[in-house]
């Protein structure tokens, strides 16, 4: 069974800094792009950030509103998933999941999986 | 950026409508659309992928049409596990881009 599970949100002070961890299994995670996509109170689906596999170099991807600031990153021997956001807004309070993207096996896994998330709240 | 618009943004029905949600690329996506379902405190899940392939074990009164800059998400009778809010997605080109979401309410 596939499981995403996410880390490390809690409350930061504006210009603070959090570090996000995806804790995945059940499912052969260095085949797999990740990304994390979030969600303010209330409000619609943002998608953050991507990085590909070890195949295509780990390369990523960001949004503009978080470029900069996050750094999304892998540790494939510890299928892990990490977001560092520095800098922290108050606009950047939500709840972040880590998503499942494509495969190099196959182009049936754009995000299908999501994990249930992680609240951060940046206020002062 | 590629803007994502659905419509309606909300709406009414009743167990057994069929309904019909559309959403509109600003520029041509070919088939690099997904569909989500998000219920109240739940993480979305992932209803139809390629424009119109049914997500393993979702029930088949889900369907997607379209390709280009059109595309529909379509309940051929509505159930009361369907009451919640849809999103559609583009992955065709960075950054990625969801529509504002349908929200399908009882009527």
């Known amino acids: 069974e596939v499981q995403l599970v996410e880390s490390g949100g809690g409350l930061v002070q504006p210009g603070g800094s959090l570090r996000l961890s995806c804790a995945a299994s059940g499912f052969t995670f260095s085949d797999h792009y990740m990304d994390w996509v979030r969600q303010a109170p209330g409000k619609g689906l943002e998608w953050v950030a991507r990085?590909?596999?070890?195949?295509?170099?780990?390369?990523?991807e960001y949004a503009a509103s978080v470029k900069g600031r996050f750094t999304i990153s892998r540790d494939d021997s510890k299928n892990s998933l990490f977001l560092q956001m520095n800098s922290l807004k108050t606009e950047d309070t939500a709840l972040y999941y880590c998503v499942r993207d494509r495969s190099v096996v196959g182009d049936g896994y754009y995000f299908d999986y999501w994990g249930q998330g992680t609240l951060v709240t940046v206020s002062s | 950026d590629i803007q994502m618009t659905q419509s309606p943004s909300a709406m009414s029905a009743s167990v057994g409508d069929r309904v019909t949600i559309t959403c509109r690329a600003s520029?041509?996506?070919?088939?690099?659309l997904a569909w989500f379902q998000q219920k109240p405190g739940k993480a979305p899940k992932r209803l139809i992928y390629a424009a119109s392939s049914l997500q393993s074990g979702v029930p088949s009164r889900f369907s997607g049409s379209g390709s280009g800059t059109e595309f529909t998400l379509t309940i051929s009778s509505l159930q009361p596990e369907d009451f919640a809010t849809y999103y559609c997605?583009?992955?065709?080109?960075?950054?990625?881009?969801f529509g504002p979401g349908t929200k399908v309410d009882i009527k």
């Open positions: 990085i590909r596999n070890k195949a295509n170099s780990y390369t990523t």
């Open positions: 997605l583009q992955y065709h080109t960075y950054p990625f881009t």
């Open positions: 520029q041509g996506i070919s088939n690099y």
